[in-house]
């Protein structure tokens, strides 16, 4: 079989850590290779270092059997290399056709018109992934943004793919679908590197498996000979509990009261029709749907930080006040957190320290004040302790770089203790509160969620992957088109957690 990317002893630092540590990797022609790790393992240094966009300060690359060493992503594209990013790099100001053509136009002096509409609309259609090239980027939902992404490279003809956790923001039959996708493109003699966390995927879609932990290559195995359990042993270096301890509560008093929801975006399309759900103290209210069903509208309402020029209709109510129409710094005040589903537009500040960020939003709070500033020790301290609480790694521990600097999973980290840890909290939002962070992490936040409700927060928590809802949820109530379609009570929920992938298909029917 032909060698698609050969790669030996790369190395490459960051002051004093080794994000790569003599990394030597194989990736066969042909073939879907996974990459897993924990977060900051080195995965997107390594994938940035094949697109040209990072230089190795050693070890040496070779594509297709020659050797090479990119100055620029430019050369890495000549090259028929193509990557998707972890953090999505369209311009939302332009609209599908445009981002597709960036950097790659014909000609300088033909605009994009209908015929490209046209191929790109046909181009699209063969690989499944329905498209409207004339939508504006940032009217996409993410996962429709991700599609834009993976057609980019398909317009360029690159043949080398690499896919930085493509699935993070996909449901479940959204991931069936691109996994069709990517088999049609290996078929086709395309070689695709995938990186995710989620090894019930790697199981499901790959011909080979590399595991990094801490900058090095732990080792490369064939799918077909590997378990789950395997897998998570070698990336963490311990054995890992796949499931979360759930214990029984019984619901307080209700906390969240949404009744017949509705908003009309200002473009007049109707986003929430009567959506209608209570939130108790002591419950998790778990939302399962595809994305673009009217998540992102209902967490903007939640939230006040929805377009006023829509048409809104129904109430809210948080603690028994109406809310709709409040700020976010009022709504904050009635004790509710929330995590935004896209972090790095709304809940970071990339060029900010983490102990910066670890205050964002709460900066009015006594314990980081002082006089008539801050308490920069206090910030300091505050950071130490959630670095430690929440595991949050860096590359240079005890210091604080900006955030930016973080892996993907370290960033998500740092908003989730952020908003788990205000003071005086009611009613926690969470949008996809795991997005990205590796299985190890994963099993910390599901424990402090349960513990939070423990606790006696009301929880409601949006999540695209039914397993997370199926082990957290107390009730789930399935989001179709802007209303929730099915609501499965306690008792069911507990039943479906027994019998887990019937109970996925079970409301995989009621979202799509
Ligand atoms: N530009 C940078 N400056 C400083 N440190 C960096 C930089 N880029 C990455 N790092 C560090 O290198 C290490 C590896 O990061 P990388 O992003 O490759 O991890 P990852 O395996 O992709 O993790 P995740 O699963 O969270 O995305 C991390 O400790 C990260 O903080
Ligand atoms: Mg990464």
């Given amino acids: 079989m032909a060698t698609a990317v050969r790669l030996s002893g790369i190395t490459k630092q960051f002051g004093s850590l080794k994000a790569n540590d003599g990394v030597s990797l194989t990736i066969e022609s042909g073939t879907i290779h996974a990459l897993v790790g924990e977060n900051g393992a080195g995965k997107s240094t390594l994938s940035n270092i094949i697109y040209g966009l990072l230089r190795p300060d050693s070890g040496t690359m070779e594509i297709d059997g020659k050797a090479r060493s990119f100055s620029s992503t430019r050369e890495a594209i000549d090259e028929g290399i193509g990557m998707v990013h972890q953090h999505f790099m369209l311009v939302p100001t332009l609209s599908v056709t445009e981002n597709i053509i960036l950097g790659k136009e014909e000609s300088r002096f033909v605009l994009p018109g209908k015929r490209l509409g046209t191929q790109i609309s046909k181009l699209a259609g063969q690989h499944g992934l329905e498209i409207d090239p004339n939508a504006l980027v940032s009217s996409l939902s993410v996962g429709q943004q991700q599609r834009v992404e993976i057609f980019k490279l398909l317009y360029r003809k690159s043949n080398i793919l690499i896919l930085d956790e493509p699935t993070a923001v996909l449901s479940p039959p959204e991931t069936e679908r691109l996994f069709a996708t990517l088999r049609s493109l290996v078929a086709e003699g395309k070689t695709i590197l995938l990186i995710t966390h989620k090894l019930d995927e790697v199981l499901t879609v ?50 969240l009261d949404i009744e017949k929801l509705g908003y009309v975006s200002p473009q007049g399309i109707e986003k929430l029709r009567g959506l209608s759900l209570t939130v108790h103290a002591g419950e998790i209210y778990g939302i399962a749907g595809v994305e673009g069903n009217g998540q992102s509208e209902l967490l903007s309402l939640l939230w006040g930080t929805f377009d006023r020029d829509g048409k809104t209709d129904g109430s809210i109510k948080i603690g028994g006040k109406p809310t709709l129409g409040l700020s976010p710094a009022e709504i904050a005040g009635l004790g509710v957190s929330m995590i935004p589903e896209d972090r790095l537009k709304s809940a970071i500040v990339a060029e900010y320290g983490i ?3 670890l205050i964002l939003g709460r900066h009015r709070e006594q314990a980081f004040l002082r006089g008539i500033g801050f308490d920069r020790q206090a ?41 788990m840890e205000r003071p005086g909290l009611k009613l926690l939002v969470l949008a996809q509160p795991t997005r990205g962070v590796d299985i190890g992490a994963i099993e910390q936040i599901h424990k402090r969620i349960i513990d939070a409700r423990q606790k006696g927060l009301a929880i409601l928590l949006i999540s695209s992957e039914l397993e997370e809802l199926i082990a957290l949820s107390s009730r789930i109530g399935c989001l179709y088109k802007g209303a929730i379609r099915r609501e499965f009570s306690e008792a069911e929920v507990r039943k479906g957690r027994e019998h887990e992938s019937g109970f996925e298909q079970e409301i995989g029917l009621h979202i799509t």
């Fill in 379 to 419: 910030v300091r301290r505050n950071a130490a302790a959630m670095t430690e609480r929440y595991d949050i790694r860096s590359s240079t521990p005890g210091a604080n770089p900006p955030i930016g600097s973080l892996s993907g999973g370290n960033q998500q980290k740092v908003v989730v203790a952020r908003e």
């Fill in 355 to 357: 102990a910066e960020n």
């Fill in 206 to 255: 790959s011909n080979a498996v590399s595991v990094m932990r801490k900058g090095k290559l732990v080792g490369t195995v064939q799918t077909a000979a590997t378990s789950k359990e395997e897998l998570a042993r070698m990336m963490v270096g311990r054995d890992v509990l796949l499931r979360t301890d759930n214990p029984e509560q019984a619901p307080e008093q209700a906390v």
